[in-house]
T-cell receptor
Framework: EDQVTQSPEALRLQEGESSSLNCSYT??????LFWYRQDPGKGPEFLFT???AGEEKEKERLKATLTKKESFLHITAPKPEDSATYLC???????????FGRGTSLIVHP | KAGVTQTPRYLIKTRGQQVTLSCSPI?????VSWYQQTPGQGLQFLFE???????NKGNFPGRFSGRQFSNSRSEMNVSTLELGDSALYLC???????????????FGPGTRLTVL
């Protein structure tokens, strides 16, 4: 059974204080790993898809990386508008249905 | 390109009633999935439709059902509502079945259902 664990559950940062969110997983044959951002009361907003170990993708202050056991979402010099819940999900070779983690709630203080 | 749309955005129902939620996927997307999101359980998969056929189903009671039309639009129905059905219901669409690069799901804004 595919498993996705995100840590920490909650993270408070000061504006400009860089940090990383972790998504560790166990899967039989990774087909794709996804990162989403979700604001309260809204649907998840797609950020990145990673397909193989060693792959990296960047978007503004966010950078996602992937190894065989985990993925990191690095946030460089965050701003208060980066405050949201960040969700990690994956699809394995045996299923088209994503398995989601419980998310990391990020608060960035000005 | 328009994103995934869901209607209505908010609903208030009473126990025992039934409700129908609607989802229009991104143009060209043939797969539509439904999720229930609550603070306690997180995102839970309900079912997926592809080309008008239910392809996958999550672990929810039969009160939860859905369908997909020939234009890929989808509806989900919940009958005999219970208090525990209060949640954010999310619809997501993807191209699907054309290789890993088409697996990414794009979510709509959700329908907030409150059962009193």
């Amino acid at each position: 059974e595919d498993q996705v664990t995100q840590s920490p559950e909650a993270l408070r940062l000061q504006e400009g204080e860089s940090s990383s969110l972790n998504c560790s997983y166990t899967v039989s044959g990774l087909r794709g790993l996804f990162w989403y951002r979700q604001d309260p009361g809204k649907g998840p907003e797609f950020l990145f898809t990673l397909y193989s170990a060693g792959e990296e993708k960047e978007k503004e202050r966010l950078k996602a990386t992937l190894t065989k056991k985990e993925s990191f979402l690095h946030i460089t010099a965050p701003k208060p508008e980066d405050s949201a819940t960040y969700l990690c999900a994956l699809i394995s070779g045996g299923s088209y249905i994503p398995t989601f983690g419980r998310g990391t709630s990020l608060i960035v203080h000005p | 390109k328009a994103g995934v749309t869901q209607t209505p955005r908010y609903l208030i129902k009473t126990r025992g009633q039934q409700v129908t939620l609607s989802c229009s996927p991104i143009s060209g997307h043939r797969s539509v999935s439904w999720y229930q999101q609550t603070p306690g359980q997180g995102l839970q998969f309900l079912f997926e439709y592809f080309s008008e056929t239910q392809r996958n189903k999550g672990n929810f009671p039969g009160r939860f059902s859905g369908r997909q039309f020939s234009n890929s639009r989808s509806e989900m129905n919940v009958s005999t509502l219970e208090l525990g059905d209060s949640a954010l219901y999310l619809c997501a669409s993807s191209l699907r079945q054309l290789g890993p690069s088409t697996d990414t799901q794009y979510f709509g804004p959700g329908t907030r259902l409150t059962v009193l």
